[in-house]
């Protein structure tokens, strides 16, 4: 499960241990925290929608309405306007492991996406993860990448969102393109990628209408 958090004001909470304590005993066994925070202050946001100040996964060992409903009171407690989504998680470029409740050393960007009307739910996940994916590799200096398809809303709010992107980049990248793209301070391959990597989006609604929310990035072994 994957919830994004609207009031700025409860990130403190997010790293409590008592909260940790909470979802492990709504069934949580991993979770990780992206954070809106100082450190990531630079980065560019987008958003059509309720800024996104804060973002939860949760991993269970079990597959069961009930717990997805006990995490998400949880959630709720410590932001009532929270969205969830179930989700399948894919990892094309596995982040490295870092120590539970270090900061990774990382712009870790999470993308919300939405599929546009024109494409059928089919086409579009087979274009984001069969296609696209390389593309998305291929064309930034990431080295983490993490897709989550979404399989249902859990909230009212947020049925729109289709899928759910995590990609990791140099802290630099905050400022400087090249560390973005991976270009090596070479211009005409930074125009490249970015071209490649615009296009690549238009191609399945990537490029419009999604929420990009600039995070740091905590896990947790809660079980």
Partial sequence: MIAALHDPAVAPRLLDPALHTDLASAGATRLQ???DD???RPAMR????TPITAVLALWTDVDAADLLADLLAVVRQVDASADAWLVEEREPLVPPSVPDGERADALANIAFLRRPAEMSPEDWRADWLGRHTQVAIDTQGTFG???NPVLAALTPGGQDVAGIVEELFPMAA????HAFHGSGG???ELQRRFTTLMESCARFGAADGLDLVPTSRYRFTLA
């Fill in 186 to 188: 070479d211009d005409a």
């Fill in 145 to 147: 990448y993490v897709q």
């Fill in 174 to 177: 905050m400022a400087d393109p």
């Fill in 38 to 40: 100082e450190a990531v």
């Fill in 33 to 35: 925290v992206n954070v």
């Fill in 46 to 49: 987008l958003g059509p929608g």
